[in-house]
């Protein structure tokens, strides 16, 4: 509930948690209609609370007709009928406070459902009171045709959707039925607020703010974007994001609603570089308190979508820049996969052969031993891979299936597509939970929504429990390390320097803090990699805090086995 207490000072727990993101279709089926819902979530949140993590990211469950899994809202203050009842929703959060997990639900408002009532209302006349509240626009040409603008969809064709009641054009930077909000609209900014007060009044701890980094938008002619320059696909973030208001408006959603309340944001951060990042998450602005940002998932990428290899020095670069960036300025979100990612086993670690638990563990290592609140995605602590598509009709995904309707008659492009997919598809991360190795792994009794990715034979969570060297029981003890006062303070505030920037199999690094240090090294590669120890390190009293093989010998210089990691404690 609200603080209305003068002296309330925000605690930033989350500086000390581990979150993890449910995917509500694809997280487990409660009531038997092959869609994960809101009481498949109630009957797993003691699974939840033994593997030990701090938060819950929820995504999207609101009211949607489901044009893009619910991130095309039409109810911001009810429940998808797939998902469940509010009576659901509240069961839930209350079983999740009870074992001590706090719920960040997904804000999603740069866009609306088009079913939602106030483009209902807007699109009835130019005068209409809630005309303002979206983008609309006048078309070019003689009769009004034509888009106002060549600005095109992140999910592909114009960014206009023209309406005849009115002769004139909407806004829409993704799906056709999510037109953009119009931020610079006083009324739209309260109609925010009030939600997000909603949400909070009711117990939730915070929000993940979905594509927040476009809200405020300058409409420029034909392929100008804000620095004057010519952009003649007019696709890019750089035309959408960072507009001229969003600090303004950042801070305002701030000081009337978040700032009463012990909350967190974490801002999807589209476009964002360092420089940028700073100015969302610095303490003193009070506009996020950490965000996501994408130069690590990019390293392998090309325009965002054309996969390409994997190159662990960039990816390390990437990294570590945030890390020295950020250092007692602002806070990040540490992540290798969610729902818009593939899975990282494959991704990150090349053809891991008979080594998936060490391949999977050495990921996690990697990315928790950093400064940040780590991310855990539904699936990640049980090591579940990518899927095999064999064809187009296997994908569900809206922006695969726009891109796929776009190329599908260039004849080279449609050899390649597939093959692509299999690399980029961020279907591959909203597969169904794998939870036994019985009939649909557990997800649901009936069909599900989505096919079950066919290893869930192997690759479930009952055999993960099961296992003392398990994917699973490694996740509880590396979060573990954040409740244990010594290495959760190291991991909080330490300093981090890096080892070998320039080798292509390893990332070490050194974290420190008051007289004591965590050393961690991670072999990325399928083989033995030799590791000299650095120089300028003594390595007094050295404990083993965590690795991924069982027998792992004191801290030396040697050669490490495929996928080896590991993390030793020492006095400074």
Not at 380 to 391: A, C, D, L, P, V
Request: glycine share 6%; net charge negative.
């Amino acid at each position: 509930m609200e603080n209305n207490n003068e002296n309330f000072v925000r605690s930033r727990w989350y500086k000390n948690s581990v979150v993890y993101q449910i995917y509500p279709r694809s997280f487990k089926d409660g009531n038997g209609d092959g869609i994960g819902d809101i009481r498949g979530i109630i009957e797993k949140l003691d699974y939840l609370q033994d593997l030990g993590i701090d938060a819950v990211w929820l995504s999207p469950c609101y009211k949607s007709p489901n044009a893009d899994n619910g991130y095309d809202i039409s109810d911001y203050r009810d429940i998808m009928d797939e998902f469940g009842t509010f009576e659901d929703w509240k069961e839930m959060i209350k079983g999740l406070h009870e074992r001590n997990i706090r719920l960040i639900m997904d804000l999603v408002v740069n866009h609306t459902s088009d079913e939602h009532y106030w483009f209902q209302e807007s699109r009835k006349s130019v005068d209409n009171p809630y005309r303002d509240y979206y983008i609309w626009r006048k078309g070019r040409g003689k009769n009004g045709k034509r888009p106002p603008n060549n600005w095109t969809s992140r999910f592909g064709g114009p960014a206009w959707k023209y309406d005849e009641t009115t002769n004139e054009w909407y806004m829409h930077l993704w799906a056709e039925k999510q037109p953009d909000l119009n931020w610079d609209n006083p009324k739209v900014r309260q109609e925010v607020q009030d939600i997000v007060k909603f949400w909070l009044d009711l117990g939730v701890d915070g929000f993940r703010c979905d594509v927040i980094t476009y809200i405020s938008k300058t409409i420029n002619p034909d392929g100008t974007i804000p620095n004057g320059k010519f952009n003649p696909f007019a696709c890019g973030d750089e035309l959408f994001c960072h507009g001229p208001h969003i600090h303004e408006y950042l801070r305002e959603l701030n000081e009337k609603v978040l700032s009463h309340y012990d909350c967190m944001t974490v801002g999807e951060a589209a476009n964002v570089d360092i420089k940028t990042g700073l100015l969302y998450t610095e303490e003193s602005r009070n506009e996020l308190d950490t965000i996501f940002f994408f130069d690590h998932v990019e390293t392998d990428m090309f325009m965002q979508v054309i996969p390409k290899g994997f190159n662990l020095v960039k990816f390390k670069k990437a990294l570590v820049s945030w890390q020295k960036a950020m250092y007692r300025k602002g806070w990040i979100a540490l992540y290798l996969e969610n729902h818009d990612q593939p899975r990282s086993l494959g991704r990150f670690t090349g053809k891991f052969d008979n080594h998936r638990k060490e391949a999977a563990k050495m990921l996690a290592i990697s990315l928790h031993m950093q400064q940040g609140t780590p991310y855990v995605y539904q699936g990640e602590e049980i090591g579940m891979t990518n899927f095999k598509f064999k064809s187009v009709n296997e994908m569900d995904d809206k922006l695969a299936l726009n891109i796929w309707n776009i190329v599908k008659y260039i004849p080279i492009v449609r050899q390649l597509y597939v093959p692509i997919m299999n690399k980029r598809s961020r279907d591959h991360g909203r597969k169904p939970m794998q939870w036994t190795s019985g009939e649909n792994a557990g997800f649901s009794e009936t069909t599900p929504w989505f096919a079950v990715n066919p290893n869930y034979k192997e690759i479930n969570v009952e055999e993960s429990m099961s296992d003392e060297n398990g994917i699973y029981n490694f996740y509880k003890k590396l979060i573990s390390l954040r409740r244990r006062p010594d290495t959760a303070e190291i991991l909080r505030e330490g300093t981090f320097t890096e080892y070998y920037p320039k080798n292509k199999d390893l990332f070490v690094f050194n974290r420190s803090y008051k007289g004591k240090s965590l050393f961690v090294v991670c072999n990325f590669k399928n083989k033995n990699v030799a590791l000299k120890l650095p120089d300028d390190i003594s390595f007094n009293n050295p404990e083993l805090v965590i690795a991924n093989y069982n027998d792992v010998e004191p801290i030396s210089s040697r050669t490490l086995r495929p996928y080896e990691a590991f993390v030793f404690m020492y006095n400074d």
